[in-house]
Every structure is written in structure tokens, then in C-alpha cells.
């Protein structure tokens, strides 16, 4: 397929995967009462129960053409407020073998101390069943043929210094838009991933569902040949919620969302607050890592995390409150979770460090307690993104024997880091 037929469908890409997500975008709030009048229960943090390692956060690089050294360094870089410290990047293996761009992308994303997978939208037309790179099929007797093409991608992005972290088997194999796709059965699934997968060479994730349908996986999973070469469990989120896949976690295998996303196209905190709780969700939900959909302003896209000048959007801004600061190795820890009716919370360490992520989607400011169980801490120093601010530095706050009290600002996300 040659590269000046992907401009059009670059743009119907947009259109059809945007129309994917109906999360409907809440109704704008008013900020009524900016001086708390109300105190939430405490927040018990208890740093001895550890849940799930964090691998990251992360987005999307699948037809944005090559990254700016600016643009990466507002995405991936790490060194000041006004980067948002994205920690996974996702690339697009072209079927059409155009990978130059992508290679540089995981250059750039890796060189800022992120982590990169990759995943195919459709095989190579001649290993589908329609001789098409949309709405096919693979051929069954081109499986082992499909595990080396996926090798080859892998071992092109270890050429450029990149050893990938996972390759995933497709996007959205139970989706077939009017773009790029390949349709895949639960059991073609599970007979791939036990018969073909140790060709790829890579860390394997599954399937990507759109909706992340266990029933794409389960099957998989309750193999034992099949369950043996799975390393991660990959799922989307459109028309559904994050939820606690145990029968993955049994097993023993990592969980990514691996996209999703919310448009914001008049940049309002209140739609940033709701990928700020999903994202919550997710983690509370013991999986191991969020990736948006696109970071870039493409074609009129409406989901981005950076604009035209590299600057982070509100949605930006409300991924960044986590990306930032809760690093790949990071363990999550046992917080109260709701103190107050609105308010949502989650914490973090890696030993050395607490992360707490406090979002309030009240239009009051509430002031809220916290109590650390099992840590010595002296202070911690909040970081806030509201309709005012984006990811602000605000005071320094003291931790007098594991506790303390901050006041969270309507409509706002606030991470508390310790010094």
C-alpha cells in the first residue's frame, strides 16, 4: 500500500474510532464555593498493603507520523511541570512495512525513559483472506508466516536501540470498521497464541478487545499451553467501564487499557476529571497500566493530550497528575477510596517515595484528612490541575505523626508527593 493513500485514511481513522467512544460528555459544572465548608472522612493510606506494580501510562503514536524532539519532550519528558512524563508509548506496525517513522518514535519515547509495544491493525494484505487490509481475516495457513512478520517488526525497532516490551496479537479483533482491521475468534486466539506465538520472539499480549471482552481471552487463559506464552492481557475501553479481571490476574499476567479516550474540545476541566477517574478506576482495579488514544492535535482530533504549540491540555494535564509521578515499578498501596460523596483516591510507593491521587469532581472544596499507616514522613508537596491550574507546584505541607489535612479545590486533581 503506498504511503499517500493513508492521508484520507488517516482522516477516516479519526472519524470512525472517535465515533467508537459514546461516553457522553458530562454537563459543565459551576465552581458555587471555593472556601471549604465541608471536611470529608479521612483517608487511611496503609503503606504495608501492597497491590499491583504500575508499569505506567501511556498513549499512542499510530498515524502521527514522526514526533518533534517538542512534541516528545512535552509527552515523555519528565524534568519540569509543563511535561507530562507519559512513561508507554503504543506504536502502529504498518502492514504496508512503512516503519521508518515509528522507529523513530520509539527512539525518541525511549530516549525519555519510557517504555514501548506495539500493535498491528491488520496484517499484510497478502496474509489475509481477502487479499485486503480491511475487514479480513488471517489466513489459518499463514499463522507461523504472521508470527515472523511480527518478529521482523520487533527486531527493526531493536535495530534503532529499542527492544519492545510487548507485541500485542491486533486491534480490536472483535471491531471491523471501514479502516485497517483483521477479525479474530476467541479460538483462533488461543490456537495462535499455543501454537505460534513463541515465534515472535517478544513479550505477547492479547486481544485488544474494543470493549475488553473477557470472552476473547478467557479461552486463552484457561489454556495451559496457550496461557504459558501470554505476558500481558490488553483491553479497550469503549461502551464499558474498567473493571477487576480476576481470572487474568489468577494467572499471573500483567493488564494494560490499552486505549481510550475523551474529547475535550473546548478544554474543560470537568471532562478532564472524568479521564482523571477512569484512570483511577483502572488502577484501583488492579491493572497495570492506562494508555490514551491519540496525544497529537491530528485532523481536527479533539482527544488530544498536547496542542499545535506543545502545550498540555486539561486532558493532558489530568494524565500527567499520574504519569508524573507514579513511575514504571511502583507498587500501588490500600487507600480509602471514596471519603466523600465525588471525592476519589488512590496511592502509590516505590519505598522511597508516596504518591497519593486525590480527585474531587464536587463544585465545593472540601477539606480532606489523611492518615499514612506504616510510613515516616515529614511533608508532602501537592501538584493540582483545576480549571486554573495545570499541574501547579502549591505548598509544602507537614506530616505531623502520619497525618495531615489538605484543602482540595473544586473541581480539581491533586497529587500529593512526599519529601
Known amino acids: 500500500m503506498k504511503k499517500t493513500f493513508y492521508l484520507p485514511l488517516v482522516f477516516a481513522l479519526f472519524l470512525m474510532s472517535c465515533s467508537k467512544n459514546d461516553e457522553i460528555s458530562p454537563v459543565p459544572k459551576t465552581v458555587t464555593d471555593?472556601?471549604?465548608t465541608v471536611t470529608a472522612s479521612t483517608v487511611t493510606v496503609d503503606l504495608s498493603r501492597t497491590e499491583q506494580t504500575i508499569d505506567g501510562f501511556g498513549g499512542s503514536t499510530a498515524w502521527s507520523g514522526a514526533l518533534t524532539d517538542g512534541q516528545a519532550d512535552a509527552i515523555f519528558g519528565n524534568t519540569n511541570n509543563s511535561q507530562m512524563g507519559l512513561s508507554?508509548?503504543?506504536?502502529?506496525?504498518?502492514?504496508?512495512?512503512?516503519?521508518?517513522?515509528?522507529?523513530?518514535n520509539a527512539q525518541k519515547a525511549n530516549a525519555r525513559g519510557a517504555i514501548v509495544f506495539a500493535t498491528p491493525w491488520s496484517p499484510p494484505a497478502s496474509m489475509?483472506?481477502?487479499?485486503?487490509?480491511?475487514?479480513?481475516?488471517?489466513?489459518?495457513t499463514k499463522y507461523f508466516s504472521f508470527a515472523l512478520y511480527l518478529k521482523s517488526f520487533g527486531d527493526y525497532i531493536k535495530n534503532a536501540g529499542v527492544t519492545l516490551a510487548a507485541i500485542s496479537l491486533e486491534n480490536e479483533p472483535d471491531y471491523k470498521p471501514d479502516y485497517e482491521s483483521c477479525s479474530w475468534t476467541n479460538s483462533e486466539i488461543e490456537t495462535f497464541t499455543k501454537k505460534n506465538a513463541p515465534a515472535i520472539g517478544y513479550p505477547f499480549m492479547i486481544a485488544e478487545s474494543f470493549n475488553f471482552d473477557v470472552s476473547m481471552t478467557d479461552?486463552?487463559?484457561?489454556?495451559s499451553a496457550a496461557c504459558a506464552n501470554i505476558s500481558y492481557i490488553g483491553g479497550h475501553l469503549y461502551g464499558t467501564n474498567p473493571f477487576i479481571y480476576t481470572n487474568a490476574i489468577n494467572h499471573g499476567k500483567k493488564i494494560w487499557m490499552t486505549e481510550h479516550y475523551y474529547d475535550n474540545a473546548n478544554n474543560e476541566i470537568t471532562i478532564a476529571l472524568e479521564a482523571a477517574k477512569e484512570i483511577n478506576d483502572c488502577m484501583c482495579d488492579n491493572m497495570n497500566a492506562y494508555v490514551w488514544w491519540w496525544m497529537l492535535p491530528l485532523n481536527g482530533s479533539q482527544c488530544n493530550l498536547i496542542d499545535s504549540s506543545n502545550d498540555l491540555t486539561k486532558n493532558g494535564c489530568a494524565i500527567g497528575q499520574f504519569a508524573k509521578w507514579i513511575r514504571p515499578g511502583y507498587k500501588r498501596v490500600e487507600a480509602t477510596p471514596n471519603p466523600y460523596t465525588d471525592i476519589y483516591v488512590s496511592a502509590y510507593t516505590n519505598e522511597n517515595k508516596i504518591v497519593i491521587i486525590l480527585i474531587n469532581t464536587?463544585?465545593?472544596?472540601?477539606?480532606?484528612?489523611?492518615?499514612?499507616?506504616?510510613g515516616n514522613i515529614s511533608s508532602v508537596t501537592p501538584y493540582e490541575t483545576s480549571d486554573s491550574k495545570n499541574i501547579a507546584t502549591l505548598s509544602n505541607i507537614a506530616v505531623s505523626d502520619g497525618s495531615l489535612i489538605i484543602n482540595l479545590d473544586a473541581l480539581s486533581i491533586t497529587t500529593l508527593v512526599s519529601n
Do not use: F, V
Request: glycine share 4%; aromatic share 2%.
Open 88 to 104: 508507554i508509548c503504543r506504536l502502529r506496525i504498518d502492514p504496508g512495512q512503512n516503519w521508518t517513522e515509528e522507529q523513530a
Open 128 to 140: 489475509t483472506t481477502n487479499d485486503s487490509t480491511m475487514h479480513g481475516e488471517l489466513d489459518t
Open 219 to 223: 479461552p486463552s487463559l484457561d489454556d
Open 34 to 36: 471555593t472556601i471549604p
Open 362 to 374: 464536587n463544585t465545593i472544596s472540601i477539606k480532606q484528612p489523611i492518615t499514612i499507616q506504616n
